[in-house]
Nanobody
Framework: QIQLVESGGGLVQPGGSLTLSCAAS????????MSWYRQVPGKEREWVAR??????AYANSVKGRFTTSRDDAENTVYLQMNTLKPEDTAVYYC?????????WGQGTQVTVSS
């Protein structure tokens, strides 16, 4: 059974940092690209970053502030978020696509507010 579990969200002040984790199970983690998305109520889910064997890519809105990494031995992908802004407030999800099917975690809430 494919399972993705995000953690690490919370409340942080503008300019602060958070690190999200996504623990994966049920599939050969090292063989797949892992992606991060975020969603604000009433808006479409937005792609944030992805990481595979050849490197990482980022949305323009987070480039230079967010870094994604992975630990294939621990089947975990991370999203280090620095210099957080109020507009980064969202539920953050990790995703893997296998055979054309998207699998999502339950999400973790990040709130950036003073």
């Amino acid at each position: 059974q494919i399972q993705l579990v995000e953690s690490g969200g919370g409340l942080v002040q503008p300019g602060g940092s958070l690190t999200l984790s996504c623990a994966a199970s049920g599939f050969p983690f090292r063989d797949y690209v892992m992606s991060w998305y975020r969603q604000v109520p009433g808006k479409e889910r937005e792609w944030v970053a992805r990481i595979g064997n050849v490197g990482a890519a980022y949305a323009n809105s987070v480039k230079g502030r967010f870094t994604t990494s992975r630990d294939d031995a621990e089947n975990t992908v991370y999203l280090q978020m620095n210099t957080l802004k109020p507009e980064d407030t969202a539920v953050y999800y990790c995703k893997v696509t296998m055979a054309g099917i998207d699998y999502w975690g339950q999400g973790t809430q990040v709130t950036v507010s003073s």
